[in-house]
């Protein structure tokens, strides 16, 4: 059970009140934890949710509204805004301090309530549909195209799942296995013969995205083709969190105007993937485009250009952003830490003198130190801080209520920082705990840690992330080495390093 919602068990004790005025004054144990720090519940709001859970359970008091900043909606939302959008990590800081661990505030003209503790959110992700739904900013929205799975409602939410999922299943992996190790091996191979420094956060986006585009649409990108999309998606995705006013040079202006050109060229790919179509028919299992082709709507109707391009450009998007960026806060880790690239290697000499040279599916699935430094990355530096939703009806999170209509943010990264398992320890780097002492996987994982979400709506491609992650590491481990010029650069909002990780590979 997590720290805080130990905390808000152990001081109702209700038959000791009489009243709830008596239960308010008195004093509150000094057991209190909040992300697994000691503390004498000195934030008002651990205070107020305290005596609410007892008031709810006990003397039918009403939940109240969290504490926070979202008062006067237009003043704040646009001074939230600008301090959200130009100072990130001191933005939820700032308020967790004030507030306690969850409050309302109001960012992008949204009125929203964080919520970080993890029985609550692994309970609000599982509740979509029913009590929460997603609900992404505007500028995302937008971005994304009425017809994305990420923003789409009940109905059609659960259709395009039971399209899309699959070409996510463990065998349609297996299918995908050659691709990723020609890429990876290919960009490993040009990485290192690089004159120039590489950017690696670009790099590595640049490697997921290749293999989204060749796994997913089945059509091979020319060399132009690629290089133009991979830039104009990184100008789109500057513009996925700001003011959804598209102003010609703003972040959202630039971003609207790349989609365009995005499209145009997933335009060019659907006619392709429609020609091959026929033969690919009996070559097998369907890639993620070939069954969006095939897909009917609940009319019996195929899929519209429109939708067709809004839906591959949702999965090249949400293909290559996060598993690139994931796999460039690794290879800072692997630096700082040379133990821990010692024992990936020496994992490597295991597996090679267990398997064989050649990297195969149950290769992948046989390397836990791998897989533990890939974790224990999401833990750390999770990529996805929150997820949004929207209340489909008035909701009480921890004896506090959230109006309908109200925005969501279920912070993951948060949650799983605040892992009671972990918590002596929690801010420093440590593989290992997430192995047994005999190296093998933790038998049971830790509650809390959802880097890919959860419920209906968890990650599509979490298989192929790993997968691409552990045959990207276990390359890097047999054969070469990474030279960051500055391990410890900082990362705006956590997912961007800011001079985008210049550094050099070399073979070994
Ligand atoms: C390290 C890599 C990745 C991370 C951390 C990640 C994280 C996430 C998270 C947190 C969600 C849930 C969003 C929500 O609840 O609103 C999600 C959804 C999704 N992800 Fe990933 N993802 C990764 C890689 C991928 C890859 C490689 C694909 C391949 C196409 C992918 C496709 C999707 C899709 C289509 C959804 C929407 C699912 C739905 O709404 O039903 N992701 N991802």
New binding site residues.
Partial sequence: MSAMSMAFETPVQPLQFTSLRQFQRSPLPATTTVSGRQDNCKHATERRMVCCRAATSELSVKPIVPQGDMDIPLITSLMNTVEWLTDYNNFYEKRFAKFGPMFKTNVLFNPMVVVTDETEVERL?KA?HKLVE?A?PTSMRNLLGPNS????GKKG?KQ??QI?SQA?TDAAMREYLPTIMAVATHTLEQWADSTEPLQFYSAARAF?FD??ATV?TGVRFDGDRLTRMREQFEVYSNGLFSVPIAIPGTPYGKAINARKIILDDIEQLILAAKEQNESAHSSGRKN?MQMLLEAKDEDGAMLTMDQLKDQVL???F??????G???SRVLPELQKNPEILTQLRAEQDRVINRHGDSITYDVLEDMPYADAIIKEV?RLH???DG???QALEDITVQGHSIRKGWTVQ?M?KRAGLAVEDFKEDATEFKPARWLESDGQPLKTSPRGF?????????????L???M??RALLALLARGYCVELDDPNEFWFQGFKPVNGLPGRVYKH
Avoid: D, N, Y
């Avoid at 799975?149 to 789409?152: G, N, Q, S, V």
């Avoid at 959802?450 to 968890?458: A, D, L, Q, T």
């Fill in positions: 992700l979509e997603s992404w799975i990420l923003t789409a939410h395009q799942r899309l996510f997921a293999i989204a997913l993620a949702t999965q090249l949400a293909g290559h952003e996060t598993t960026a994931t796999l999401m999770g990529i996805v997820v949004w939703r279920l993951v959802m880097p890919f979400g959860g419920g209906p709506r968890i990650c599509l491609g979490m192929l992330a790993k691409e992650m």
